[in-house]
């Protein structure tokens, strides 16, 4: 390898670092905004479960609002993936885990992914997949319409006896790995567990909150109506928090191997810099070389 091929390379490398430091940086605004999103959204949250705490010993939140079907029906499956690759594993262990639990039963479920790799996965290998919808970079509810719309009529047609959502749960920068979480039916217990994980709590109902009767609250049309008000909001408010933590744990194992591209560039230049160093030290010794034996013969003649 001569000297011009070293140069080459080495610029090469300088440009690909770059390259990767520009990428890594919007990778971390873009998770950072992500990031403030997630914290917002559960600050809204923790409000709304506040007034639902106030409330939900007079209007019986819990009970009544799904039967149960007499007769097993398929399960719908929410997927979220990503639209782009150089993620690492996320996408390969979310699809391991849903092969693993009803990759032997694919014709009982039906699925709606999110994201151009579920979506080539799954229709790849024999899956019913319904509906897919691209998942925008700026993450916002009014871009998953169709899907709520999906799941609304899916309920009023009865067409599912369960719908799940599985994704890749975001816990910190280190860690990052698939869970599900119940759609529906939505009951107080599979919503706990949701609510576990975003870090929140349903409050207990107090005797105060008990007293008194309906008469004192103002629902309209009527309370089985503002129930399933409530609960299409809560089953949205997980889909939307699903959709928050995927983009996170994108976005981080993006930055990761982004950092590890960028410390790979930097080790091969430090390589092509000390093999350069070396070949102009050589050919400035053999410069040198010539000139001294150059002298030599002048004075021999």
């Known amino acids: 390898m001569n000297l011009t091929s070293i140069t080459t390379q080495l610029k090469s490398t300088q440009n690909l670092q770059r390259i990767i430091g520009a990428l890594e940086l919007t990778s971390s605004i873009k998770f950072q905004k992500l990031l403030s999103q997630s914290a917002f959204f559960r600050s809204f949250l923790r409000e709304y479960l506040w007034v639902l705490g106030k409330i939900q010993g007079k209007i019986a939140l819990w009970d009544g609002i799904f ?3 007499a007769i097993e029906k398929k399960r719908l499956i929410i997927v979220i ?8 594993g996320l996408n390969t262990k979310l ?3 849903i092969e693993s639990t009803y990759g032997s039963r694919k014709s009982t479920v039906d699925l709606f992914v999110l994201g151009r790799k579920a979506e080539v996965y799954f229709q790849k290998n024999g899956w019913n997949v319904v509906a897919s919808l691209y998942l925008w970079e700026n993450v916002s509810s009014e871009a998953f319409v169709e899907l709520y719309q999906y799941i609304q009529q899916a309920i009023q047609l009865e067409k599912y006896t369960k719908i799940k959502i599985y994704f890749t749960y975001y816990q910190n920068s280190l860690f990052q790995h698939p869970i599900k979480f119940t759609v529906f039916p939505i009951t107080r217990e599979n919503f706990t567990h949701f609510l576990q994980a975003v870090g929140l709590e349903f409050p207990e109902t107090s005797l105060e909150d008990l007293q008194g009767g309906e008469d004192e609250l103002v629902i309209e049309p009527d309370i089985q109506a503002y129930k399933q008000y409530i609960f299409q909001y809560l089953m949205e408010s997980i889909v939307y928090y699903s959709v928050i933590n995927a983009k996170l744990s994108e976005y981080q194992m993006r930055i990761t191997h982004m950092k590890n591209a960028k410390d790979n560039s930097k080790e091969l230049e430090k390589k092509l810099q000390h093999q350069q160093q070396k070949l102009r030290q050589a050919t400035i010794t053999a410069e040198i070389s010539d000139i001294v034996g150059g002298r030599i013969l002048e004075k021999k003649f």
């Not at 993936?81 to 690492?88: D, N, P, Q, R, W």
Request: glycine share 14%.
């Open 81 to 88: 993936s990503t639209e782009k690759g150089f993620v690492g």
């Open 95 to 97: 699809f391991s885990v």
């Open 67 to 69: 039967e149960t079907f």
